[in-house]
């Protein structure tokens, strides 16, 4: 789990520090920065697992590598004309009943575009939330030194300016580096999502030994074929879901064409069978949602933008109460993006009843970058700031103001 998070430097985070519960949900106007604070806790989690940080910051983070930097007054053209660039992340992460303190710093040197790890740190805490004994990894005079349990007196030592983390380092692991391992775990099982209907969860695909829908969805088909097989009822558990967020869907099968090779997903929707190369984009997403809260091999911490696409209004609460129960009673992290009003209003109440297990952050852009800011009110629309943010007038408002009031339906 992911309890704090402080970044500076990383795309419009120059400075941004927040603690996070167990479903957090990100708000505000568009271009504010959400995005790129879902882009930083992917770029964390490769950091820490990724052979290199080259591989660490290409896709799916979005944007050539050097736009992961904050931009100077210049923009991007003005970074290029510097001598170098960085940022660093530190988080507070805890696993199981354990938590450690990990930060890491990247320098890019735009006139090669090589990217190196300039300081990294990993200590564990104690209760109080302090550093307990000697980090396992820290920068001493210019080198990152390594501690291991045995020999704690006599560090292996790397300098820096190496092209990945330590802590993404596979030999460094069991009891010597109990620590490490243990982080890196952690790290690896984050997933930030970045769902593609239009055409990644749409290609054919043949069976595989597969764990998740994939970063765009793209393996949906795979992931739905090897559930029914070996976890019916979590099978069984995702239909009934996804009949509930759209109950004009009767039933959803998976099968595989022996003389393709591939898999085709099909959802009966008012008595008519449609497969995933024409059911509508929204089905697809809120089927992509049902699949990732079902999960049986699921991940301990899942981000993704704008649950409530392809929901009616009226039912965005039952998306709310999917996404808390994947946080809080499936012990998994929950990071989400809106623009929905509607969709804040439906967790406001139980972030208001249990801060620890939820909470609402605006996002705002400020003078110098993104704004992160806990949200705490009584009512949603008491704040004339937040009444601007949210409910603009825009298209999509619009449109969501036609359904609440019957013009237009899903």
């Given at each position: ?19 996070l519960p ?10 504010s920065g ?74 890019l040197a ?301």
């Amino acid at each position: 789990m992911l309890q704090r998070l402080h970044i500076h430097g990383f795309k419009s985070l120059v400075d941004v520090e927040t603690s996070l519960p167990s479903v957090a949900v990100l708000f505000g106007p568009n271009a504010s920065g959400k995005s790129n604070l879902l882009d930083a806790i992917q770029a964390l989690s490769r950091l820490g697992t990724s052979r290199t940080v080259s591989d660490a910051l290409s896709e799916p983070i979005r944007g050539y590598q050097a736009e992961a930097f904050s931009f100077p007054a210049g923009g991007l053209a003005g970074l290029l004309t510097q001598t170098s660039a960085d940022f660093r992340m530190e988080a507070t992460l805890r696993t199981g009943k354990d938590a450690f303190r990990y930060a890491i710093g990247v320098e890019l040197a735009p006139s090669s575009g090589s990217l190196s790890v300039n300081d990294e740190y990993l200590a564990a805490l104690s209760a109080k939330g302090t550093p307990k004994g000697n980090p396992s990894i820290e920068l001493v005079d210019g080198q990152l030194r390594i501690r291991r349990k045995s020999k704690p007196a006599h560090p292996r030592t790397e300098p820096i300016g190496l092209n990945h983390t330590i802590l993404s380092d596979p030999r460094l692991g069991g009891v010597e580096y109990r620590a490490i391992e243990k982080c890196r775990n952690e790290l690896s099982g984050w997933r930030t999502y970045y769902l593609d209907p239009r055409v990644s969860m749409r290609r054919p695909a043949s069976p595989a030994d597969v764990n998740d829908i994939g970063v765009h969805g793209k393996d949906i088909a795979p992931f739905l074929y090897r559930l029914r097989a070996e976890e019916p009822q979590a099978f069984a558990s995702l239909v009934r879901t996804f009949r509930t967020l759209i109950p004009s869907v009767e039933d959803v099968s998976v099968d595989l064409d022996k003389r393709r090779g591939t898999i085709d997903i099909v959802v009966r929707q008012s008595g008519t069978d449609y497969s995933s190369r024409i059911v509508s984009e929204g089905s697809l997403r809120v089927l992509a949602l049902c699949a990732i809260a079902v999960n049986p091999w699921g991940r301990s911490l899942v981000a993704f933008e704008e649950p409530e696409n392809g929901v009616h209004p009226r039912r965005l609460e039952l998306i709310a109460e999917l996404l808390l129960s994947v946080g809080v009673d499936q012990g998994r992290q929950v990071i989400v993006t809106t623009h929905s009003p509607l969709f804040c209003e439906a967790l406001l109440s139980h972030a208001e009843r249990s801060p620890q297990e939820a909470g609402l952050f605006v996002v705002r852009r400020g003078a110098t970058g993104t704004e992160v800011e806990g949200f705490e009110s009584t009512g949603l629309f008491r704040d004339p700031d937040l009444r601007a943010a949210l409910a603009t007038s825009t298209e999509d408002g619009a449109f969501e103001r036609l359904m609440l009031r019957g013009f237009v339906d899903e």
